[in-house]
């Protein structure tokens, strides 16, 4: 999102919902760290995640559930009460359906609160 929208993401989640720890499960940097290797627009929205990325606490894997990153995010954020912060519609469908609250881009132009 920072890099797409051109948007300060952790001061939006400031505004948004106050004080918070950015957390970020190892297995979405392993992704990003794939994704980042190669050209083009993905790859540089990747390095640039990646960035972010840095500035969060790291979930290690062993501190997750199994399964898919998808699984895990999912599976973490309801164990511990988390939201999550995401543009992909499917993980965000999947997410409010078991009554995990998602932050997502809202018209290109700041970020939303949803809840089931």
């Given at each position: 999102?920072?890099a797409?929208f051109?948007?300060?993401?952790f001061?939006?989640?400031?505004q948004?919902?106050g004080?918070?720890e950015?957390?970020?499960p190892?297995?979405?940097i392993?992704?990003?760290?794939g994704?980042?290797?190669?050209r083009g627009?993905?790859?540089?929205?990747?390095?640039?995640a990646?960035?972010?990325?840095?500035?969060?606490?790291?979930?290690h894997?062993?501190e997750?559930?199994?399964g898919?990153?998808?699984e895990?995010?999912?599976?973490y954020?309801?164990k511990?009460?988390?939201l999550v912060?995401?543009?992909d519609?499917r993980?965000?469908e999947?997410?409010?359906?078991r009554?995990?609250?998602?932050?997502?881009m809202?018209k290109?132009?700041?970020?939303?609160?949803?809840q089931s």
């Amino acid at each position: 999102m920072p890099a797409q929208f051109s948007i300060d993401l952790f001061d939006e989640l400031r505004q948004l919902v106050g004080a918070f720890e950015p957390l970020v499960p190892e297995s979405i940097i392993r992704e990003l760290s794939g994704i980042s290797s190669g050209r083009g627009r993905d790859a540089a929205a990747a390095r640039y995640a990646m960035g972010v990325a840095q500035q969060c606490t790291t979930i290690h894997a062993n501190e997750l559930p199994p399964g898919t990153v998808d699984e895990q995010v999912m599976g973490y954020a309801q164990k511990n009460g988390c939201l999550v912060v995401t543009n992909d519609r499917r993980l965000r469908e999947m997410l409010l359906s078991r009554g995990i609250g998602v932050i997502s881009m809202r018209k290109q132009k700041r970020l939303e609160l949803i809840q089931s």
